[in-house]
């Protein structure tokens, strides 16, 4: 159990069943329409798993934020905290501001949807203040960074080559995680969700 952050495709996307986001998609739609912005129909079909293809996302949130908090308080406005880590739907739209939906989901009576590229941005700014090392897994087809920053890679790295990153590897961790989360939202046209 736990709370993970994975990329859904289109028969979850716009499933109406318990266990999908129809509900969700058809009043993101609804919303984008009311701005006059076109729907988001265009999810693709979650790929067969391959482990290292970075066609899947799904990162477990594991250790402590307190560290990812306080660096976030730091470095970023309220406004943008909320764009990088305050949603429960992250889709690959430029959307304004983040669009707070009356859906309840598992862990609040309402859905919060961002955009992936506002996100993307946010993020960028934490990978520059800790200077993220680029030997970050890419792909997070199924715990990369989470395995990568709980078994010994991290650790061994920041051993050769320590900086503000390695300081609090939980941090650097989450800043990896919004960060790779955003850029996969992009890459693959799809929404992250939280769940």
């Given at each position: 159990?736990?709370?993970?952050?994975?990329?859904?495709?289109?028969?979850?996307?716009?499933?109406?069943?318990?266990?999908?986001?129809?509900?969700?998609?058809?009043a993101l739609n609804a919303?984008?329409?009311?701005?006059?912005?076109?729907?988001?129909?265009?999810?693709?079909?979650?790929?067969?798993?391959?482990?290292?293809?970075?066609?899947?996302?799904?990162?477990?949130?594991?250790?402590?934020?307190?560290?990812?908090?306080?660096?976030?308080?730091?470095?970023?406005?309220?406004?943008?905290?909320?764009?990088?880590?305050?949603?429960?739907?992250?889709?690959?739209?430029?959307?304004?501001?983040?669009?707070?939906?009356?859906?309840?989901?598992?862990?609040?009576?309402?859905?919060?949807v961002a955009g992936a590229?506002?996100?993307?941005?946010?993020?960028?700014?934490?990978?520059?203040?800790?200077?993220?090392?680029?030997?970050?897994?890419?792909?997070?087809?199924?715990?990369?960074?989470?395995?990568?920053?709980?078994?010994?890679?991290?650790?061994?790295?920041?051993?050769?080559?320590?900086?503000?990153?390695?300081?609090?590897?939980?941090?650097?961790?989450?800043?990896?995680?919004?960060?790779?989360?955003?850029?996969?939202?992009?890459?693959?046209?799809?929404?992250?969700?939280?769940?």
């Amino acid at each position: 159990m736990g709370v993970y952050l994975v990329s859904v495709g289109a028969e979850e996307w716009f499933d109406d069943g318990e266990n999908g986001w129809g509900e969700v998609a058809s009043a993101l739609n609804a919303e984008l329409r009311r701005r006059g912005l076109p729907p988001y129909e265009a999810v693709p079909e979650e790929p067969d798993f391959v482990r290292g293809s970075g066609q899947a996302f799904e990162e477990k949130l594991t250790p402590s934020m307190t560290g990812f908090f306080a660096l976030c308080q730091a470095h970023l406005s309220p406004e943008e905290s909320e764009t990088l880590c305050g949603w429960t739907v992250l889709v690959p739209l430029s959307l304004d501001g983040e669009i707070l939906l009356p859906i309840e989901s598992g862990y609040s009576d309402s859905t919060m949807v961002a955009g992936a590229p506002r996100a993307l941005a946010v993020a960028e700014k934490l990978v520059a203040a800790i200077d993220l090392p680029a030997e970050t897994p890419a792909t997070c087809d199924n715990l990369d960074l989470t395995m990568w920053f709980r078994e010994r890679e991290a650790t061994e790295l920041a051993a050769t080559r320590p900086g503000l990153w390695s300081d609090d590897l939980d941090t650097a961790f989450y800043v990896a995680l919004f960060l790779r989360a955003a850029q996969h939202s992009i890459r693959r046209g799809c929404p992250i969700v939280c769940a």
